[in-house]
């Protein structure tokens, strides 16, 4: 188990990490890195400064991450593995009843795991939540076991502390809770009025540890003033937000539950074949193995719970992308390294042959079958989107034009990387737009218009030397109400600006004030640049 | 938690009753499924080898043909004749296949229930229906091909192994030789099997004495003496037939000199490089591929850790399911021989894949604990769910994927019949994707060479067998004078790779000479006879089709190519 599994991996594992540190980050992470960047370096305020439908816990964790290893690749490399250096700490500390095979196995596989398979979720937002998510078990679980009041007290904090993250993400809290009212050591029936009084103690501690992050939250916007508007987002934003498929389209009617089903049921939550059957082992193991103490068996349970309490939590958002996933692979890891337990002596030969073959194709067919592809990333975009090699030509071609105090306006959701272009070259944006794709969808509602308008007039007033606009397909939102043309930014466009870069997928407007513009402007002309060729133009 | 499950499930339980959630749940609605799919499925169009092999079976039929003298195969003999026998009953049409196909599947079916009997009707049920279903909704495109067909000899394999003839034991390792036997004659890998079924022999003892070593080689040689007589039947059967035909030393050259160039050709349809074969089969191998999907592995994992940890499995339980077992892990390696790993190469995984899922369902004694009865159910409703209930335009249409190559073979179909005059022959040149071969079908158009698979004109070419089939191909075209030729010009219908060739010059300069393109399509281009009583018809036909084209190319401006027949090099 430790010369052919464990110990190889575990070299692999430090071998990936090494060659992953010149993998690209891509998509969301740049665009929060960013925000990190406004944070730290002009001491912007999330909501007041710039429009955001995102927590403000991810933002400060952004802030603090930008502010510590930079906004560089190698930065955003080194921050995620940071992260993943204490999920795999807490993750070892937390599978420590199971054996320290388990958890020494438990590491390395969702270590391994989220470096080749999950290039695409670095450093997103239900990876960062991972570690609340095991400081919650932990403190449920092993911790505190002297001080119930503190058990339960920091449980609810480490939930609280998910909700300031991304609002759902508490379903696994609800399972923490439901296990402290369970897990009691006293072996004595209780009265139904004695369940009653325990389960009101609880949630007390609970909801009192959980309140500290909301409060620290609306504190933090009370402070800059922007209370109402967050509250405003999160109440009319939120829902238009939420009624977007995977497929970036707006659901039509009586297409949400039909969609929602199909995915759930579907082998996606898994994301790959190897951790379902080691996970469903796993679980199998769990519950008929003999042998299994009583402690093991409940911090199981709990595992057990939290698994189906984070396969369900991607049917809130409906969206089903593969970092939705992440809480639940990261505890199916868990569950597929239970497969690796010492087991006694007296265990039957069939028991320990299952475990041990189990777990022996899970790692070889996940880490070694492909010997040409080892250490290196296996779930990447095809090249025709994916973003570095435009992120670096527009951001190349700005930083040689930028000078101090000018600004650059993005328009992307981010897949183009234009944010990521403006944030390599630490530009500030001049309005409150960085996630754009929401001025091109559900384009009568209110506060839709409301966005569109204020975004014209920050444009119109603050005048940016560049505006860069993606083409990209997949970053606009289609179906019932959404649009790509943008009527009065067009105009704006045509007035004040002339195409200064125009590729296939984003086009560079620059500013016929601009210092360079006589220049870019003869050079677009001698290429042949037509403002007419802008797809979304009408 | 053990409280918690306890009064879920005796919520439940008093709701509806565990029997009634169950039928209700997943066996009734899958047989109403099952039911629905085979008579939507009357309609669909069957692609591939399908076709292919029931040809064969019309050439057989129709003109007393015989594989080997009078079409070149290197399938063998056993396959061509059940084709024979299916074409015969059924016909070749649309219906026909389909017929065939459902006639095959309901004797698996039958053969899956009396096989998963001993786990209680409940498994025996939801097996049988669950392979069914997949047939229907998962697998569609394996219509009739041989290893769907070797599930029979298979089950009847199993079936006199553990259930049949259980008091004459010589007579129960006759049989089951016997049938290893026949999966011979359909492939002969198959017959790997054989070594679960020999080793569950060995084991499969009534008396708990310990025996010798000495006395363990006497019984593992009775036993293999028994199954080998058996097993040697359809051997020797094969043998008869090809040496009343004449063609035995034909039929041995033709394994040995042409099987390996065609098990020297990967899933991707590209001969291998130096080096590049076993790197491909192991990580083929522990691909997603024998699984299909990832619903499926976890409805077998379910099953097998069921059955292993569960304390109230029975003695003959146990015995039968360690046989499923090894004869599961025997057919996970068994693609690993034709190195191609195509999905219907799996049938044999797959079926005992469906019988693990159906153990999910297995009706527990009531001593089993809670959380196995929890377990299976919550796993059962997730993979039969998630496989099944969750996408309902399955049942309305035809698969997509049938429907590329059924309108190729339609218009081909159609083209020719309409020309088509008794005593007319027509050469399809294809593998199997493109759909000429089952165009030829449709119109009842005998073949005029040996050749029926023409991917293997293509690959190899320097190989003297290869080299004398392309001569010989060539020198019967030449006198045999076909009406049409109906050639893919699909890639998929060409192997790639080293000493891999889409040209053929002897063949391209004989079109040339003695034929002209009467219809020249994106996939495939028919030619027609310049002796064919509509060649002039037809050629004025094309001559004004490429003129209107011209006509049309001018005015956009671009100047396209005539007649873009791929093959031509002159």
């Not at chain 1, 960062?128 to 503190?150: D, E, G, K």
């Not at chain 1, 501690?205 to 309140?211: A, E, I, N, Y």
């Not at chain 2, 026949?182 to 004495?209: M, N, Q, W």
């Not at chain 2, 390996?260 to 130096?274: C, R």
């Amino acid at each position: 188990m430790y010369g052919l599994l464990l110990v190889p991996t575990t070299l692999l594992f430090l071998l990936t990490w090494w060659r992953s540190l010149a993998w690209d980050t891509i998509i969301d992470v740049p665009l929060f890195m960013y925000t990190g960047f406004l944070m730290d370096h002009f001491h912007m305020v999330p909501v007041r400064d710039f429009f955001t439908y995102n927590m403000l816990g991810t933002h400060v964790v952004f802030r603090w991450l930008y502010h510590f290893f930079g906004s560089s690749n190698l930065g955003m490399r080194l921050a995620d593995t940071a992260i993943l250096i204490i999920i795999l700490a807490l993750m070892i500390r937390m599978l420590a009843p199971f054996g320290r095979r388990v958890a020494w196995a438990g590491a390395v596989v969702f270590g391994l795991l989220h470096l080749r398979y999950g290039s695409l979720c670095y450093l997103q937002r239900d990876f960062l939540a991972l570690v609340p998510i095991t400081l919650m078990v932990l403190s449920a679980t092993v911790w505190f076991r002297r001080h119930p009041r503190l058990r339960w007290l920091f449980a609810g904090l480490f939930c609280g502390t998910l909700l300031t993250i991304k609002p759902h993400l508490i379903i696994g809290g609800m399972v923490v809770f439901v296990y402290l009212i369970a897990d009691r050591d006293v072996p004595e029936q209780l009265s139904n009025r004695q369940w009653a009084s325990r389960f009101l103690r609880i949630a007390l501690f609970f909801c009192l540890g959980g309140s500290l992050p909301l409060l620290w939250m609306a504190g933090y916007y009370a402070y800059y003033g922007v209370l109402g508007e967050f509250v405003r987002i999160t109440a009319d934003f939120f829902p238009l937000h939420a009624d977007i498929s995977g497929r970036r389209k707006v659901f039509d009617p009586g297409e949400r539950l039909p969609y929602t089903l199909y995915m759930s049921l579907s082998g996606r939550p898994w994301g790959n074949f190897q951790l379902a059957m080691g996970t469903v082992c796993g679980v199998a193991l769990l519950l008929f193995a003999p042998g299994i103490e009583k402690r093991e068996r409940k911090l199981g349970y709990l595992l057990l719970c939290l698994v189906i309490a984070y396969a369900i939590y991607p049917c809130f958002a409906a969206r089903f992308y593969e970092h939705h996933y992440y809480p639940f692979r990261f505890l199916s890891c868990a569950l597929l390294a239970f497969c690796f337990r010492k087991w006694q002596f007296k265990t039957p030969l069939r028991v320990r042959l299952l475990s041990g073959s189990l777990a022996a194709f899970a790692i070889v067919s996940l880490f070694y079958a492909d010997f040409d592809a080892m250490a290196r990333p296996v779930e990447s975009l095809p090249n025709s989107i994916a973003p570095p090699y435009r992120t670096q030509r527009m951001a190349s071609w700005l930083a040689k034009r930028l000078q101090p105090g000018d600004t650059v306006q993005p328009i992307e959701w981010g897949f183009c990387g234009i944010v990521h272009a403006a944030l390599e070259n630490r530009v500030k944006i001049p309005t409150h737009i960085i996630w754009a794709e929401g001025l091109f969808h559900h384009i009568s509602n209110p506060l839709v218009k409301d966005l569109r308008k204020s975004f014209m007039e920050d444009l119109t007033a603050n005048k940016p030397r560049f505006v860069i606009r993606s083409k990209m397909e997949w970053d606009y939102i289609t179906g019932h109400d959404c649009s790509e043309l943008f009527e009065e930014l067009d105009a704006l466009l045509k007035r004040d600006y002339f195409v200064a870069l125009d590729s296939r997928d984003f086009c560079i407007w620059e500013s016929n004030t601009s210092p360079t513009a006589p220049e870019d402007r003869a050079h677009a002309s001698d290429t042949g640049e037509e403002v007419e060729e802008v797809r979304w133009t009408e | 938690m053990d409280r918690i499950i306890r009064i879920c499930m005796r919520v439940i339980r008093s709701l509806t009753g565990e029997r009634l959630m169950v039928y209700g749940l997943f066996h009734i609605p899958m047989t109403i499924l099952f039911v629905l799919g085979m008579w939507a499925s009357m309609s669909w169009m069957s692609i591939c080898d399908g076709p292919i092999f029931m040809y064969s079976g019309f050439l057989m039929d129709h003109y007393h043909m015989v594989p080997v003298r009078d079409f070149f195969t290197y399938n063998m003999i056993g396959t061509h004749v059940i084709f024979r026998l299916l074409y015969h009953v059924f016909g070749g049409s649309v219906m026909g296949i389909r017929l065939a196909d459902a006639a095959v599947l309901l004797t698996i079916m039958a053969l899956m229930m009396r096989m998963l009997a001993p786990f209680g009707h409940r498994v025996a049920w939801a097996g049988a229906v669950l392979f069914g279903s997949f047939q229907f909704f998962h697998w569609e495109h394996c219509t009739l091909e041989r290893e769907y067909l070797g599930l029979v000899p298979l089950a009847l394999a199993v079936l006199f192994a553990t259930t049949w003839c259980a008091d004459r034991m010589r007579l129960r390792w006759f049989m089951t030789g016997l049938f290893c036997g026949v999966l011979i004659t359909l492939k002969p890998h198959l017959v790997i099997g054989c070594l679960a079924l020999f080793g569950y022999f060995l084991l499969d003892r009534d008396s708990t004495e310990r025996l010798r070593p000495a006395q363990w080689i006497g019984r593992s040689l009775r036993i293999a003496c028994w199954c080998c007589l058996g097993g040697s039947l359809p051997v020797l059967w094969m043998a008869g037939y090809c040496l009343y035909y004449g063609i035995l030393g034909e039929f041995l050259r033709v394994i040995i000199a042409f099987f390996p160039l065609h098990a020297n050709i990967s899933g991707q349809n590209e001969v291998f490089n130096p080096g590049e074969r076993i790197p491909y089969l192991i990580y083929t191998f522990f691909s997603w591929r024998p699984w299909g999907g990832i619903l499926l592995a976890v409805g077998t994992i379910a099953g097998l850790a069921l059955f292993l940890l569960s304390p109230t499995v029975t003695q003959r339980e146990r015995k039968l399911g360690y046989l499923f077992l090894g004869l599961q892990a025997t057919y996970l390696i068994y693609p690993v021989f034709g190195s191609r790993f195509y999905d219907y190469h799996y049938y044999p995984f797959w079926f005992f894949c469906c019988a693990w899922v159906a153990f999910c369902l297995r009706k527990w004694p009531n001593e089993t604990p809670l959380r196995f009865k929890a377990f299976a159910l919550l796993l059962s409703a997730y993979v039969i769910g998630g496989l099944f209930y969750n996408n309902y335009d399955e049942i309305k249409h035809t698969p997509h994927e049938l429907l590329e190559p059924a309108a190729r073979t339609q218009r081909m179909a159609t083209w020719v019949s309409r020309r088509l005059q008794p005593g007319d022959t027509v050469q399809p040149i294809e593998w199997g994707f493109c759909g000429t071969i089952h165009a030829t079908l449709k119109t009842g158009a005998k073949v005029p060479t040996r050749i029926v698979w023409g991917e293997g004109l293509f690959h190899h070419v320097s190989n003297p067998f290869i080299q004398e089939l392309r001569k010989n191909f060539v020198d019967e075209l030449a006198a045999s004078k076909p009406r049409f030729i109906l050639q893919s010009k699909m890639n998929s219908d060409f192997i790639k790779g080293n000493d891999c060739s889409k040209i053929f010059p002897a063949l391209e300069e004989l079109l040339n000479r003695d034929y002209f393109i009467a219809l020249d399509s994106q996939e495939f281009a028919i030619w027609e006879s310049n002796a064919s009583p509509t060649a002039d018809d037809d050629r004025a036909r094309r001559k004004k089709d490429l003129e209107m084209r011209l006509r049309e190319d001018d005015s956009r401006g671009d100047g396209e190519d005539l007649a873009p027949v791929f093959i031509r090099t002159n």
